[in-house]
């Protein structure tokens, strides 16, 4: 039988989403306050999601309490109160959009997660707006 087993998680990151090859009035056209010079931040909210199946012998999916530590290695630590932009490798040359934040995660966490298992990361940039990558 396979279950999903869930963590929530969270941090506040900085961020500015604009292509250097437009000009600040098409960035602004196309990416609004996101697009402010000086940066601005989010709380994002995150939801890490493991399907697999039942250990018989321990009745986990996974020990969340390793989830939890993964999370906070591999999210947290390298994100969390940071400038995406200018203070995270990923983003030197990707918009930190909420899309691609959730990519870059989800890239980070399927190298520690068993391969059979699946991984899919839900990111709430705001109350109302959040995206789900599963890996395809
Ligand atoms: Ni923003």
Same mark, same amino acid.
């Given at each position: 039988?396979?279950?999903? !087993?869930n ?13 250097? /090859?437009?000009? /600040? ?9 996101c697009s402010? =010079? ?15 199946? !039942? ?13 939890k ?8 630590? =390298? ?37 059979d ?12 707006n959040? !995206? ?5």
């Amino acid at each position: 039988m396979r279950v999903t !087993v869930n963590r929530k998680a969270h941090f506040n990151a900085a961020h500015r989403l604009y292509r250097k /090859d437009w000009d /600040d009035h098409k960035n602004e056209q196309v990416f609004g306050k996101c697009s402010n =010079p000086h940066y601005h931040g989010h709380n994002y909210e995150l939801i890490v999601s493991v399907t697999g199946e !039942v250990d018989p012998e321990t009745g986990f999916v996974m020990d969340l309490k390793k989830l939890k530590e993964l999370i906070y290695q591999e999210v947290e630590l =390298p994100l969390d109160h940071k400038n995406l932009n200018t203070e995270v490798a990923e983003f030197r040359n990707l918009n930190p959009t909420a899309e691609n934040i959730a990519i870059v995660i989800w890239n980070r966490m399927r190298r520690k997660i068993s391969q059979d298992m699946d991984l899919s990361v839900t990111l709430y940039e705001t109350p109302r707006n959040f !995206v789900v990558y599963s890996g395809s």
